[in-house]
């Protein structure tokens, strides 16, 4: 049973330029969350969606972010118009279901850097 | 708020040392508490876990113990090893009637272990 997958593992991008990043939850799943890492920090909760519906966006920027999670595919992460301060680690977790409790299982992160 | 607060870093620890990571949080009611690891390049994989007050989590020579008392969940370990060395993180989720999903992250500690 293949984990959460996410790709690219490393993508550089100019300042302007956008970024999409990938996440495939494990087999089962229909929860996922993404989460930004800055150098030398924790994880900060970004989003939360489930199949075809964003149920938690607290965490997202207003302005340039947006994420979705089709009824077929991955889940996408869309970072527009890039700057440098969006050099970060970006985690993708899954859940099988719903509720404090319930373990989030982590894929291994793209490395976002924006030249 | 929830929140978490980590032991500062880094810890160097020499190979079969004590090992004691303070972690306390902030939340309301009974949130669970979890422990990740993160080695170098990679994402972050569950620890242990507790989901109610004075649980004990364990795995792999690690524990922490939920202390509602002292809202605290430090992470000890009585001899560590060199394929320690990582970046250890404490974590929560809201209890599950509050419909929360996401986890709130301490900073997290680099523990290195020398021979």
């Known amino acids: 049973n293949a984990g959460v997958m996410q790709n690219p593992r490393h993508l550089v991008r100019r300042r302007g330029q956008e970024a999409r990043l990938r996440c495939s939850p494990m087999?089962?799943?229909?929860?996922v969350y993404w989460y930004r890492q800055l150098p030398e920090e924790g994880l900060k909760f970004m989003v939360y969606l489930q199949k075809e519906n964003i149920i938690d966006e607290s965490g997202m920027p207003k302005e340039r972010f947006s994420a979705e999670f089709p009824k077929e595919g991955p889940s996408i992460l869309r970072i527009q118009q890039v700057v440098r301060g969006d050099s970060a680690a970006y985690f993708c977790?899954?859940?099988?279901?719903?509720?404090?409790?319930?373990?989030?299982?982590f894929g291994p992160g793209t490395r976002l850097t924006v030249l | 708020g929830d929140s978490v607060t980590q032991m500062e870093g880094p810890v160097t620890l020499s190979e079969e040392a004590f090992l004691t990571i303070n972690c306390t949080y902030t939340a309301t009611g009974y949130p669970s508490l979890f422990w990740y690891v993160q080695y170098p390049g990679e994402g972050l994989q569950l620890l242990l876990k507790?989901?109610?007050?004075?649980d004990k989590g364990s795995n792999k020579g690690f524990e922490a113990t939920y202390r509602k008392e002292t809202t605290s969940f430090h992470l000890e370990k009585g001899s560590v090893q060199v394929s320690d060395s990582a970046v250890y993180f404490c974590?929560?989720?809201?209890?599950?009637?509050?419909?929360?999903?996401?986890?709130?992250f301490g900073t997290g500690t680099r523990l290195t272990v020398i021979p």
């Open positions: 974590a929560l989720s809201d209890p599950p009637q509050t419909g929360a999903n996401n986890l709130f």
């Open positions: 087999k089962g799943h229909s929860h």
């Open positions: 507790a989901t109610k007050a004075d």
């Open positions: 977790a899954s859940s099988p279901a719903t509720g404090g409790g319930n373990e989030q299982f």
